[in-house]
T-cell receptor
Framework: NAGVTQTPKFRILKIGQSMTLQCAQD?????MYWYRQDPGMGLKLIYY???????DKGEVPNGYNVSRSTTEDFPLRLELAAPSQTSVYFC????????????FGAGTRLSVL | AQKVTQAQTEISVVEKEDVTLDCVYE???????LFWYKQPPSGELVFLIR??????QNEISGRYSWNFQKSTSSFNFTITASQVVDSAVYFC??????????????FGSGTRLQVQP
């Protein structure tokens, strides 16, 4: 019962480096989301997708990019990492529509030094 | 804009005590969903409950119960006879319902519950 799988679990980046956070779900959900969680805070939406080929910005999209070429995968790209991007990143998926119970991955803890 | 407020940053109780976690929300939508998620020390987010804006019935699931009151825009969560395994951060969240298809969750800042043995 995999659900939502995120890789890697931990990563340390140097300022200016780039990386891709991977997210895959096996529940055939059409909606997928990327959130970030800063210490002591709730989650904030970075990007979301309502289906393959369709993505849109959330609340805090600056410094990130996404793509959705398949239903299963929704990678998050960080270009030119900055210390402000130090956070825990969560990927989630849902069936969408009115139900919108979002199922979360285990998170990726990223430090930018 | 939507907003979820969890005024209690941290609560500490002794095992077997009852504890209530408060959640107050703001939204202009007439249709919306409210959620509670649990984040144990391991870090993952676990779905606990969803409630839609048309259903104000209270819900009980084992030691957990939820009280939804539209009149006060509150969706409070009570744990009866708390246990050490209940120690976690609990998040209240509000789902928007936009014609664009966006269904993102607006999270509160969370309440850290510590249950002492």
């Amino acid at each position: 019962n995999a659900g939502v799988t995120q890789t890697p679990k931990f990563r340390i980046l140097k300022i200016g480096q780039s990386m891709t956070l991977q997210c895959a779900q096996d529940m055939n959900h059409n909606y997928m989301y990327w959130y970030r969680q800063d210490p002591g805070m709730g989650l904030k939406l970075i990007y979301y997708s309502v289906g393959a080929g369709i993505t849109d910005k959330g609340e805090v999209p600056n410094g990130y990019n996404v793509s959705r070429s398949t239903t299963e995968d929704f990678p998050l790209r960080l270009e030119l990492a900055a210390p402000s991007q130090t956070s825990v990143y969560f990927c989630a998926s849902s069936y969408g529509q009115n139900q919108n119970i979002q199922y979360f991955g285990a998170g990726t803890r990223l430090s930018v030094l | 804009a939507q907003k979820v407020t969890q005024a209690q940053t941290e609560i500490s109780v002794v095992e077997k005590e009852d504890v209530t976690l408060d959640c107050v929300y703001e939204t202009r939508d007439t249709t919306y969903y409210l959620f509670w998620y649990k984040q144990p020390p391991s870090g993952e987010l676990v779905f606990l409950i969803r409630r839609n804006s048309f259903d104000e019935q209270n819900e009980i699931s084992g030691r957990y119960s939820w009280n939804f009151q539209k009149s006060t825009s509150s969706f409070n969560f009570t744990i009866t006879a708390s246990q050490v395994v209940d120690s976690a951060v609990y998040f209240c969240a509000l789902s928007e319902y936009k014609d664009t298809g966006r269904r993102a969750l607006t999270f509160g800042s969370g309440t850290r519950l510590q249950v002492q043995p």
